[in-house]
């Protein structure tokens, strides 16, 4: 009798999970957490990891065991670089906009996810404010604008969100003595869903 209670009630939950993910489903949170970047350099110049930050809101749109998840969120990248025996502190600061698919697997409000896509970096700098920056970020007007690529997992327990992603740069950028480096980087963050639909 137990048995049967036992495959009935795993029956009931394994229902509901696939159910759960065949309904189309709305998120939207709040994400915070900390990066590693290293900067590839050529011969020259080495470069030291150092940790930086970042902040911002996330949503996902799923069905069928598949999401869409839009993010923007600022980002602090910072390293140590060194050329020719001296050390410079280099930090970028940037509106990122990671445009990620993916897939969640779980029941009973834990979670396990995989995802992966293009982001987005628009640099604030002397010639672009922080406001400048999010107002390209939200058009998408990515001309002049730093990509990366992004490759991550994360695991959801009921409102919390944990995620550890590696970006990879795909274009390069320039320093102000005209060297040129892709930015590659570890984040890790912890979210909180403020609702879902």
């Known amino acids: ?11 009931l939950l ?3 999970s696939a159910s759960a993910q065949l309904i189309p489903s709305f998120q939207f949170g709040a994400k915070a957490g ?18 930086g930050y970042l902040a911002g ?11 869409f998840q839009p993010e ?4 602090s990248k910072n390293v140590d670089i060194t050329n020719n025996g001296q050390t410079n ?10 445009l990620l698919i993916g897939t969640r697997i779980g029941a009973v409000g834990i979670a396990g996810r995989l995802n992966t896509g ?19 970020a939200t058009r998408l007007n990515a001309k002049d604008q730093n990509y990366a690529w992004q490759f991550g997992a994360g695991l959801d327990i009921q409102r919390l969100s ?29 979210g909180y869903r403020l609702f879902s639909l």
């Open 1 to 11: 009798m137990k048995k049967i209670i036992y495959l009935i009630a795993l029956s």
């Open 14 to 16: 394994t229902a509901g």
């Open 34 to 51: 900390f990066n590693l970047s290293n900067f590839s350099t050529n011969n020259t110049l080495s470069s030291k990891s150092r940790a």
């Open 57 to 67: 809101f996330w949503a996902r749109v799923g069905a069928a065991g598949f999401n």
């Open 72 to 75: 923007i969120y600022l980002t």
């Open 89 to 98: 502190r280099a930090k970028f600061t940037s509106i990122d906009v990671p």
């Open 118 to 136: 293009p982001v987005l970096s628009f640099a604030v700098n002397k010639d672009q404010s922080v406001g400048d920056a999010f107002g390209n």
């Open 162 to 190: 944990l995620d550890l992603r590696y970006e990879l740069g795909l274009n390069k950028v320039s320093n102000s003595q005209g060297d040129e480096t892709r930015i590659n980087m570890f984040n890790l963050t912890l």
